[in-house]
């Protein structure tokens, strides 16, 4: 549990006194570069690069100079080059005891609005990498960006999109876990940057997510913000404010936030045709606001976009604020948002389009028209890590690397991460409540409409571009089974409520050890499912008991708890064909001995 440092922070209280929501900011820090280890020393380097890269190509060298390599392979990735042929030349589908793989971005091309599609192929390649990553035994990944961003001074030129890997990388790290490296950003004009991260690479550190620039090594905390003061502001009735999201959701309660503290323009953007509902609701707004307008615009696309921006500015128009809430998360009427071995590179293009090209694409827009404001809505998912959610998390999380290429800007911009959100949008569908059921059985609550515009409140004037907005149940604490694990977390840790039945397990003669666990687990999955236990085998496949991501996503919450072992998504999901008494098998080897210990 982490409770003590989620509790004591707190945004004001909302208007429904229902608790508060936590905000928390990502912290950059120096760190002391460590000693050289031989934790590497037997191990396979594969390092490639979308494009042409120096770094990787020092990285390359320095590697096989280190003496600490078994052998070292190169590959540069290209557009017209798929990412299957070079997974198949690197031959990752040959068993490695230690194969280490290091993809660099830092060649890959900027984002280019005119190109209207085409810009995400190295996004694509990188989920390829980490899908490839987590089938292949005995493999990890690290992925080098170069931000322009991260750390604790922006440097330049600032690339946005690639906080897609950041997102994209923390929710690898929870779901395969075995599989993962870590997160690296780079200074594109550091010319010593692939040597740095040789040397960071090869030295065992414990760190997963570094910064490196000449001045040195920078890792990240997530602490809690104190002293915010939901303030209730009004905005300026003369200026426009701009909504993505459509007349429905979120994206709607806002447009009625803003018309209740003063906005008379609003324009709202969505993708749907004006239907029955959607008039209804456009009346509502106009009868609080004197101006509004709804069009159905594909804020995702370039031509589209630019055209608007072209006429704002012709019109003269001071724009208020922009609230980016576009999003996707199906596609053909099924979801687009997947565990990473099963994300189609369609889904990923879905899930990036609205909500990350239309984020790149809004930021145009304010930087045109130099609007007040820029606010966007991003996932808690990106910045905890969910599992099952990567290309979601990589999309919102570019929101985080726009809102802080502002910095220093006259525009404000904040990017939100929200966690779970309650009565409207996607927290209203089943699917929604589904899933945020299963996230308030570890800790983590929704949201309440109140919660988040309150936040919003609070948190507009916080000098950071970046806030994630979570609320834990202050009783039972946040028992996210990787909290430990994660450097990033650290600041947040206290005594995790895992290994609950250690004691009994120590008890028991070993060879009762796994008995004893299929039977927790048949009556863990019993209750999830809804069962009796009786109909629940110990030797059929999990796929013939109906278990599915978000049942896969429960028990692995659910042998976190009581056993205190970290199962990776793949393994209770992918390996459908698993049987619950194989999986006590393995969950029994892996036994933290030192607790068992302890509990005897
Ligand atoms: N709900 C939550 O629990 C939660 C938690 C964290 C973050 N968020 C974020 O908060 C935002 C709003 O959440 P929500 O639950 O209200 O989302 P939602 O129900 O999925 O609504 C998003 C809306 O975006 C519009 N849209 C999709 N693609 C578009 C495109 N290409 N161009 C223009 N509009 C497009 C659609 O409007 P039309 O259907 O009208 O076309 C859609 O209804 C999202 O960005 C979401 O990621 C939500």
Not at 21 to 37: D, K
Not at 170 to 177: D, G, K, N, T, W
Not at 182 to 205: K, P, Y
Not at 403 to 412: D, I, K, L
Request: glycine share 10%.
């Amino acid at each position: 549990m982490i409770e003590s440092a989620l509790s004591s922070t707190s945004l004001p209280a909302d208007a429904t006194g229902e608790g508060n929501a936590g905000l928390f900011s990502i912290g950059w820090q120096p760190a002391e570069w460590p000693e050289r280890g031989a934790a590497a020393a037997m191990a396979q380097w594969h390092v490639i690069s979308w494009g042409p890269s120096a770094s990787a190509d020092r990285c390359h060298d320095a590697l096989r100079a280190s003496g600490l390599a078994a052998g070292v392979a190169r590959a540069t990735l290209a557009v017209a080059t798929s990412a299957a042929e070079v997974a198949a030349s690197l031959r990752w589908d040959l068993p490695a005891a230690d194969r280490r793989v290091v993809f660099f971005l830092d060649g890959a091309p900027a984002f280019d609005a005119s190109a209207a599609r085409g810009n995400w192929a190295w996004a694509h390649a990188l989920v390829h990498a980490c899908q490839q990553a987590a089938l292949a035994s005995g493999t990890r990944l690290w992925i080098v960006t170069a931000t322009g961003l991260l750390g604790p001074t922006p440097a330049g030129p600032a690339r946005p999109e690639q906080y897609f890997a950041w997102g994209l990388g923390r929710c690898h790290a929870v779901e395969s876990p075995e599989s993962w490296g870590g997160l690296i950003d780079i200074d594109a004009g550091d010319a010593d940057a692939g040597d740095a991260v040789a040397r960071f690479l090869t030295s065992g550190s414990s760190e997963d997510e570094v910064a490196l620039s000449p001045d040195g090594l920078q890792v990240p905390r997530l602490a809690a913000i104190s002293g915010l003061r939901a303030m209730a502001r009004s905005f300026d009735g003369d200026r426009l404010f701009v909504l993505t999201g459509g007349l429905q959701g979120l994206s709607f309660e806002i447009a009625r936030w803003l018309g209740a503290r003063g906005a008379r323009r609003l324009l709202v953007l969505g993708r749907s045709p004006l239907d029955a509902g959607r008039q209804d609701r456009l009346r509502e707004l106009q009868a609080l606001c004197d101006h509004v307008e709804y069009q159905a615009h594909d804020v995702g696309d370039p031509e589209v976009m630019q055209a608007l921006t072209a006429r704002l500015k012709h019109e003269g128009r001071r724009i208020g604020g922009i609230f980016h809430l576009a999003s996707s998360w199906q596609r053909n009427g099924r979801t687009a948002v997947a565990p990473l071995a099963h994300v189609t590179r369609e889904d990923t293009e879905e899930v990036v389009w609205a909500k990350a090209q239309g984020a790149l694409l809004v930021a145009e827009m304010a930087r045109q028209t130099d609007a007040d404001l820029l606010v966007l809505f991003s996932t808690a998912a990106a910045t905890l890590g969910s599992p099952g959610q990567a290309n979601y998390a990589g999309a919102n999380s570019v929101l985080d690397g726009v809102a802080r290429q502002f910095e220093g800007s006259r525009t404000r911009a904040l990017s939100v991460a929200w966690g779970p959100i309650a009565e409207a949008g996607f927290g209203n569908s089943e699917q929604g409540r589904d899933l945020h059921e299963l996230w308030e059985r570890v800790g983590l609550r929704r949201l309440r409409l109140a919660h988040v515009l309150s936040t919003l409140d609070g948190s507009l004037d916080a000098p950071e571009s970046h806030v994630t907005a979570i609320s834990v149940d202050e009783d039972q604490g946040l028992s996210l089974p990787w909290l430990q694990s994660r450097p990033i977390f650290e600041g947040l840790s206290g005594s995790a409520a895992t290994g609950l039945l250690l004691p009994e397990l120590a008890s028991l003669p070993p060879a009762q050890r796994v008995d004893f666990i299929a039977r927790t687990l048949r009556a863990s999955l019993a209750t999830i499912l809804n069962l009796d236990e009786q109909d629940v085998g110990l030797e059929a496949p999990l796929a013939d008991l109906g278990v599915d991501s978000l049942v896969a996503l429960e028990m692995l919450f659910t042998v976190d708890r009581d056993f205190g072992v970290s199962l990776g998504f793949d393994e209770t999901l992918l390996g459908m064909d698993v049987t619950l008494r194989a999986l006590a098998g393995e969950i029994d080897r892996r036994l933290p001995a030192q607790a068992l210990e302890m509990a005897a």
